[in-house]
């Protein structure tokens, strides 16, 4: 087989993938485009304003927040990937045994030890 037959082969077998990818690019791109054609203007000063929840802004929205409120995210976060890798191993349960389980239990042993740690920083407070 030539050079020239194996990039042919690597190419084909690739193609829908790229194929893919330009479509969706393609497709984004074009209803970005068509939705600025097509979009009524009328640049009124109500439709400019800053719209907070039908009450007028009463303060400059960038503000900072407290550090407190990113841990809280980031524990949330971390908590609900754990979650996530729970239903995987439920589902091969079966078929993993006492390996699967001892693994398991090492993993949620490993989050409560941060959710405890976590708990007596008192980064679950929220203040």
């Known amino acids: 087989m030539s050079g020239l037959e ?7 077998r690739y193609f829908p993938i790229l194929l893919f990818i ?15 054609l097509v979009q009524p203007k009328y640049p009124e000063p109500e439709k400019l304003s ?25 524990l949330f976060v971390i908590f609900d990937i754990e979650v996530i890798f ?5 589902v091969v349960f079966t078929k993993i045994g006492l390996i699967g389980l001892i693994e398991m239990l090492v993993f949620i042993a490993l989050f409560l030890v941060a959710y405890v740690y976590a708990w007596r920083k008192g980064a679950l407070e929220w203040d």
């Open 86 to 90: 729970l239903y995987p191993w439920a």
């Open 6 to 12: 194996l990039l042919l082969e690597y190419l084909t």
């Open 22 to 36: 330009f479509v969706a690019l393609a497709f984004g791109v074009v209803t970005l485009l068509l939705s600025y």
């Open 50 to 74: 800053t719209y907070e929840c039908g009450s007028e802004p009463f303060s400059d929205a960038r503000m900072p927040f407290p550090v407190r409120y990113y841990i809280f995210a980031m």
